[in-house]
């Protein structure tokens, strides 16, 4: 059993015993320990974290990571680009219900349409929640969710 998972078992049991049902806990709680992270180290505790802070002075760890989406702003221009070609070409899936290959076809269009729909939305709207005040990074957002 990690040292984690021991002190977080401790600490339950302490709580879980210390008060009958239907009883409040006691005033202090016992702070749950800080989780250690995959080096072994315990991690930054959350009560000292600045969520004010400037984005640059923040952990990595503690960041998302969009590069496995698209690697920089130029390949999400590339997926709008690339999104906007696929969904014309959808418009001219009609009429296929009668030719399976055709339609087999359609449907992957389709769902490599959305896919690709899904993964721009998310790294706009991922970069938006960490740069609110940036009308590129808006405009990002409002160009991943045009039809």
């Known amino acids: 059993m990690s040292r984690w998972t021991a002190t977080l078992a401790a600490a ?10 239907g009883q409040p806990p006691p005033a202090a709680p016992v702070p749950p320990p800080t ?5 072994g180290d315990t991690a930054e ?13 923040i952990p990595a760890q503690y960041r998302w990571n969009p590069s496995p989406l ?3 702003d130029a ?26 290959a055709r339609l087999r076809a359609c449907l992957d269009l389709y769902l490599e ?7 721009l939305t998310l790294y ?8 609110t005040t940036s009308s ?3 405009a990002r957002v409002d160009s991943s969710r045009r039809p």
């Open 75 to 100: 390949a999400f221009a590339q997926g709008l680009a690339e999104a906007a070609r696929k969904r014309e070409e959808l418009g001219r899936c009609t009429g296929v219900a009668r030719d399976p």
């Open 136 to 138: 590129d990074v808006q």
């Open 35 to 39: 989780p250690p992270t995959a080096s």
């Open 124 to 131: 706009a709207s991922m970069e938006r929640a960490t740069n």
């Open 113 to 119: 349409t959305r896919l690709l729909t899904n993964k």
């Open 45 to 57: 505790p959350t009560s000292s974290i600045d969520a004010n802070r400037p984005r640059a002075d």
């Open 12 to 21: 339950l049991l302490t709580v879980s015993s210390c008060c009958p049902v």
């Open 70 to 72: 698209f690697a920089d």
